[in-house]
């Protein structure tokens, strides 16, 4: 069983800098792939980055060169680092866990609670 609990989120002016956290509890980051998902209002979940087993990432094209997904398998932590924020990166961000594509997929079995990102213009 894992356990993942996200923090990081808040208020920020377009333009800004967010780093989302995830601690994970169960199980080491060597035994799944691990990503980040969002939910904005009235829209679907989309992947936003996935990091393989190995450590190689994944990234949706609307963040690709803004977000950084990274790991600290000390701190069993995994990372969102968010630059360049907009607008319409307002949403929940869920931390989660599972094979690799269903990471990407959304289908994964071990979801966070979420984390508020909100942009302000």
């Known amino acids: 069983q894992v356990q993942l609990v996200e923090s990081g989120g808040g208020l920020v002016q377009a333009g800004g800098s967010l780093r989302l956290s995830c601690a994970a509890s169960?199980?080491?980051?060597?035994?799944y792939a691990w990503g980040w998902h969002r939910q904005a209002p009235g829209k679907e979940r989309e992947v936003v980055a996935a990091m393989r087993r190995g450590g190689s990432p994944y990234y949706a094209d609307s963040v690709k060169g803004r977000f950084t997904i990274s790991r600290d398998n000390a701190k069993n932590t995994l990372y969102l680092q968010m630059n360049s924020l907009k607008p319409e990166d307002t949403a929940v961000y869920y931390c989660?866990?599972?094979?690799?594509?269903?990471?990407?997929?959304?289908?994964?079995?071990?979801w966070g609670q979420g984390t508020q990102v909100t942009v302000s213009s």
């Open positions: 169960g199980h080491t980051f060597g035994t």
């Open positions: 989660t866990a599972g094979s690799f594509g269903t990471v990407v997929g959304g289908t994964s079995g071990y």
